[in-house]
């Protein structure tokens, strides 16, 4: 397979020849998630590809469409992901951290020419939900953000999401069945295979991230298990510590992290 930077971002010129071969007349919009979430466990892309896919949407007048659900209000170390590959989005999608999981609440945001569009076209967007426009959800969410800014807790996350990194990649580069370390502020995934050298994955009948799961709970820790970065198989955790914890905390995550592994290996 290919890998970054020798691929020469491959993977953003597939967008343009997928539009070439749709018809660009035919495609409005490109949809991706900024740092991926749940799918493939909090991979950033790669330096140069939403700067190639702006361009290529820009080109053949595609909106760019950024999901931000999960990664955006902070989760990475700035208010959106997408502000550190220099990109704006034409929309951009919200929700999860707006509200501090206090309640649901989601978001929409677009650029002003395109609201324009709208408010000079029909005038109306019709959108709406049994949820939707919820007074109480609104509130929460106004909150959230303004306790944020007042505890500058943003910036408390770009500071410490290095030694997080760093404090996994230090305990859990080396195991046998860690493939891969990878993630930006207080979004992190860890990717394991049965087979280390040849990246065979766990077979899905084994059910290694539940037990992994399992184990890592026993201990008072939870984490976002996932699976099918393989197609079927496929297993790796999310972890996305709460923006207040402490750095001594940190440790204990990791330390456990590193016990139910060894734990769910040994079976």
């Known amino acids: 397979g290919l890998a970054y930077p020798g691929c020469n971002l491959r993977c953003a010129l597939a967008l343009e020849e997928t539009i ?29 590809y939403f700067k190639l896919v702006r361009e290529i949407c820009d080109r053949y007048h595609v909106l760019l469409i950024l999901d931000e659900v999960l990664c955006g209000f902070g989760r990475t170390g700035r208010w959106f992901a997408c502000e550190h590959f220099d990109v704006t989005p034409d929309i951009v999608t919200m929700g999860k951290g707006l509200a501090g999981g206090s309640i649901a609440l989601s978001a929409v945001g677009v650029l002003g020419r395109h ?10 967007f019709v959108h709406g939900g049994t949820f ?23 910036a408390r996350v770009a500071s410490m999401g290095p030694a997080l990194g760093g404090r ?3 305990r859990l580069a080396g195991h046998r069945h860690v493939a891969d370390i990878r993630g930006i502020g207080f979004l992190w995934g860890v990717e394991f295979v049965k087979e280390k050298s040849s990246l065979t994955p766990f077979p899905r009948n084994e059910k290694f991230v539940e037990r992994l799961w399992q184990n890592l709970f026993q201990r008072g820790f939870v984490v976002y298990p996932t699976t099918g970065l393989a197609g079927v198989d496929g297993d790796a955790v999310v972890i996305g510590p709460p923006y207040i914890i402490q ?4 440790d204990a995550v990791v330390d456990a992290l590193a016990e139910a592994l060894d734990e769910t290996s040994a079976v």
Not at 20 to 41: M, R, W, Y
Not at 132 to 154: F, Y
């Open 20 to 48: 070439q071969n749709l018809g660009p007349d035919t495609v409005s919009a490109f949809l991706a998630e900024t740092v991926s979430g749940a799918t493939i466990a909090a991979v950033p892309p790669p330096r140069g």
């Open 115 to 124: 609201f324009e569009a709208i408010r000079r076209g029909s005038g109306t």
């Open 132 to 154: 939707s426009h919820h007074s109480v959800a609104a509130a929460a969410g106004l909150a959230v953000i303004r306790i944020m800014e007042r505890e500058n807790l943003v």
């Open 168 to 170: 996994l990649r230090e």
């Open 247 to 250: 750095d001594n905390e940190l």
